[in-house]
């Protein structure tokens, strides 16, 4: 084999897509051609055909390479995306079991299995409206928070901390806007670590809560935190309830809400 011959079977998929795409464009000895085309330099397109000599490895195909080049030839935006689908029948069964009926309508056709399970899908602990009471008694036990079921959830980023999901309860956080919660609904939430909101401000703006408290959980917006008497100031959406004041000594955790699923049927 001569030197610098490129190995097209051994690329990756999505560099043997840039490759494959170079040959239809501008021929196989044209990288400087297809480089203009795209606006990158020669050097960018050359190096997705040969392993890095440090690492033996192909170099990846970067974000703005793909979309320079989906841009350019008015491509598809699953262009990179591999629809090879090899996964074991057994794990097809478990990833699909575990998921959300509504996530699952999402991703149907040509690929759609391959799109979920190379997404970076967690699943939550979910403590339902009929489960607060045993949350209160078992937060604290990693056993039982095993033994709570899952809520599939996709982040759009890195997910660090404590994730757990509650159901709404009740129509105290319901005024009838779009910033309602409705009786039923899933929030997915982070917890806020207890040095945070003891010792210092809580950024209380454009968040919403979920508060373990002694006497119950309660989804609350809150718009006071004091500081210096451990208080905060819970307030529901719903004019029917009254604001309260919570002594933080009685709070056993505080999430912040990062999102909802919401059933949709009538």
Do not use: W
Not at 32 to 60: C, E, H, M, N
């Amino acid at each position: 084999m001569a030197k610098n011959e490129i190995r097209r079977e051994e690329l990756p998929y999505e560099n043997r897509q840039v490759y494959d795409l170079m040959l239809e464009k501008v021929g196989k000895r044209n990288s400087s051609g297809f480089a203009r085309l795209i606006g990158v330099s020669q050097q960018r397109i050359d190096r997705l055909f040969f392993t890095d000599k440090r690492s033996g490895k192909y170099p990846s195909v970067s974000d703005d390479i793909k979309k320079k080049i989906i841009t350019t030839f008015q491509l598809p935006k699953d262009f990179f995306i591999s629809y090879d689908i090899n996964v074991p029948e057994e794990e097809k069964s478990i990833s699909l079991d575990k998921l959300d009926p509504r996530i699952l309508e999402l991703f149907e056709g040509v690929g759609g299995l391959r799109k979920l399970l190379d997404m970076n899908i967690v699943n939550v602990p979910v403590v339902s409206a009929y489960a607060y009471a045993g949350y209160l008694a078992g937060y604290g036990d990693a056993e039982y928070i095993d033994s709570l079921p899952t809520v599939p959830f996709i982040p759009d980023r890195k997910m660090t901390g404590n994730y757990v999901a509650f159901e709404v309860r009740g129509d105290s956080m319901d005024d009838g806007t779009t910033d309602s919660y409705k009786d039923g609904e899933i929030l997915i939430c982070r917890e806020v670590e207890q040095d945070y909101y003891k010792n210092d401000q809580l950024h209380i703006n454009k968040r919403d809560f979920v508060i373990v408290h002694k006497d119950g959980i309660l989804v609350k917006r809150i718009v006071e935190h004091n500081v210096g008497e451990h208080t905060i100031t819970i307030h529901s959406l719903n004019p029917m309830y009254k604001d309260e004041v919570l002594n933080l000594a009685d709070v056993r955790q505080v999430f912040s809400v990062v999102t909802s699923q919401r059933n949709r049927m009538r």
